[in-house]
C-alpha cells in the first residue's frame, strides 16, 4: 500500500480496521462456541449478527459483556479481566466510538497510536482465553495469543 495522505487519517483507518475485525471476531468467536455446545438457535444468531439487539445500552458492553454471555455470563470481558473491561471502556469512549462517527486521530507521538494496538491485543488474548481458533479452522491452526509479543516492534528505532 502506498499511502499519499496524512498520517492521522492513516492511524484512523488503521484503527478503524482493527476495531472492525476484533468486534468481528468476538461475533464469530460467539457463533463457533454456541454451535460447538449445542446452543445456537434462531434467536441467538439474530443477536449475534446485531449485537445491539441484546440491549446493553453501549456497544462496548454489547460486544464485551453480552454476546459472550450468550455462551456463558462467565466469559463477560468485566468479570474475567476488570482491569481491561475498565481500558476497554476508557478507549471506546475516548477512541473508537470519536473515530467512527467522523473523527481523525490527531496523534504525533507514535507510542499513543502504539499502545491502542497493545490494548487491541490484550482484546485478542481474552478472547483466545476462552475460544480456540482451531473449531472455526482447522485442527492444529495457531490462536491470536501473544501477539505483542509474537510481532513486537522495535519503535525506538523509529
Known amino acids: 500500500m502506498i499511502w499519499g495522505g496524512m498520517p492521522d487519517a492513516l492511524f484512523t483507518l488503521l484503527l478503524q480496521q482493527i476495531l ?19 446452543i445456537l438457535n434462531d434467536e441467538i444468531m439474530k443477536k449475534i449478527n446485531n449485537p445491539f439487539l441484546l440491549g446493553g445500552h453501549s456497544t462496548v458492553n454489547n460486544f464485551y459483556n453480552k454476546l459472550p454471555a450468550l455462551v456463558d455470563s462467565r466469559l463477560e470481558l468485566k468479570k474475567q479481566n476488570i482491569a481491561l473491561w475498565n481500558q476497554v471502556v476508557q478507549f471506546y469512549k475516548e477512541i473508537r466510538n ?12 507514535i507510542e499513543g497510536i502504539y499502545s491502542s494496538f497493545v490494548l487491541i491485543a490484550e482484546v485478542y488474548d481474552w478472547i483466545d482465553s476462552w475460544h480456540s481458533i482451531e473449531t472455526a479452522l482447522y485442527p492444529g491452526a495457531t490462536n491470536l495469543s501473544n501477539v505483542k509479543i509474537k510481532f513486537q516492534p522495535q519503535w525506538k528505532a523509529l
Open 20 to 38: 472492525t475485525g476484533a468486534e468481528s471476531y468476538i461475533s464469530g468467536a460467539i457463533f463457533t462456541e454456541c454451535g460447538e455446545r449445542g
Open 98 to 109: 470519536p473515530i467512527f462517527h467522523g473523527n481523525e486521530i490527531r496523534s504525533q507521538h
